[in-house]
């Protein structure tokens, strides 16, 4: 089992349990090229499937280059990724982030969320690795009925990693401000459900902007002020990860793609010299680099969303059956201490 230690100062860091059991437990703007990405972040991403894109931090400033699918000399963390070696590297850290499986939904855009997300779970358990942990970001139901939080509990308990951790998605909060996710899921964590870890010397923090939402995603005083006593103390060069369903930049307000009060968040993680937020919630791959701080939006497992402003409202898209795994994935990050490296290969439903 994988061991998680305790801060190095001692103060409390309200990490949550982590173990699925059996009983319930800019910026501001829009994107910029016409495909909702600047030049730079298409070449940035031209291999976001099948590619590992490498972040390296060099004189406090994230650098990404694509890596060699064959892990090539000098891809360190992300080439070993890439090919899916089952060796890891000591010190290495790897983990799976998945996304919006929406279990329970129903609709023409996928007849079969929970066969879809059972796909997912399959990829992860043949990635040749045992992940270190997996995240699933948010919208873990679609209706967040007691069936389907104990549905997609009972799917996760088949992942074969040591631990999971997950974010809340809107469709996880609706009609009870989150109580019946905070029941299945938030045991150990803080306030409505947010927490931090540290392993493999990468501070975590795991937030919620679902809740006391208006329009855009809203983390709230409470909650802001918690992240800035969480990361009091740490050291400007620890690698900061911060996870949340709603995206924490601008991608497309008008959509509600993004989070009215980050800002606040983003101000308190300029100091570190590598912060890299992942979030689910638009269906789609999409990153964005911002000084210090890299974003990468997730795909999903359920059904893809359209890029922004490609259609009236942000519904469900109808694709060709055999099409349909080609929007829907899972993506795996690599991290090896001392090389201040993150590798993220997002993958295609196979």
């Known amino acids: 089992m994988t061991a998680y230690p305790d801060r190095p100062d001692g103060r409390p860091d309200g990490r949550p349990d982590g173990r699925l059991d059996p009983a319930p437990l800019d910026d501001t703007g829009q994107p910029d090229g016409p495909n909702g990405m600047t030049r730079r972040q298409l070449l940035r991403h031209a291999g ?26 000098g891809t360190t963390a992300a080439g070993a990724m890439a090919a899916g070696a089952g060796t890891t590297a000591s010190g290495a850290l790897r983990f799976v982030q998945v996304s919006d499986s929406h279990i329970g ?31 699933h970001s948010g919208d873990l139901t679609h209706l967040s009925t007691p069936s389907q939080f104990d549905q997609v509990r009972q799917m996760m308990t088949g992942m074969r990693t040591d631990r999971v951790f997950t974010v809340p998605g809107e ?33 975590f923090i795991a937030l919620v902007n679902t809740l006391s939402l208006e329009k855009l995603g809203h983390l ?36 509600g793609w993004s989070t009215d009060d980050a800002l ?35 795909t999903t497992t359920a059904y893809p969303l359209p890029k922004p402003g490609r259609a009236p409202a942000p519904t469900p898209q109808v694709v060709p059956a055999r099409q349909l795994k080609d929007a829907l994935g899972i993506r795996t990050v690599g991290y090896r201490q001392g090389d201040r490296e993150l590798a993220i290969k997002d993958e295609r439903l196979t």
């Open 105 to 135: 939904f129903q609709g023409p855009a996928n007849m079969d969320v929970a066969g879809s997300f059972s796909e997912a779970i399959r990829q992860v358990n043949s990635l040749g690795f045992r992940p270190d942990f997996v995240m």
């Open 220 to 255: 709230g005083e409470e909650q802001i002020e918690f992240v800035r006593r969480d990361l009091r103390g740490l050291s400007s060069d620890t690698p900061i990860v911060v996870f949340s369903h709603i995206p924490l930049f601008a991608m497309y307000p008008r959509w």
């Open 171 to 203: 469709h996880d909060s609706i009609g009870d401000a989150g109580r019946a996710y905070r029941h299945t899921f938030g045991k150990g964590t803080l306030g409505e459900g947010w927490y931090s870890f540290d392993t493999h010397g990468v501070h």
């Open 264 to 298: 606040r968040v983003i101000a308190l993680l300029r100091r570190f010299s590598s912060v890299t937020c992942l979030n689910g919630h638009v269906h789609q791959l999409f990153t964005k680099t911002d000084g210090n701080i890299t974003f990468h939006s997730a």
């Open 48 to 73: 976001w499937f099948g590619g590992a894109v490498v972040l390296t931090v060099a004189s406090g400033e994230v650098i990404s280059h694509i890596a060699d699918r064959s892990g090539a000399p």
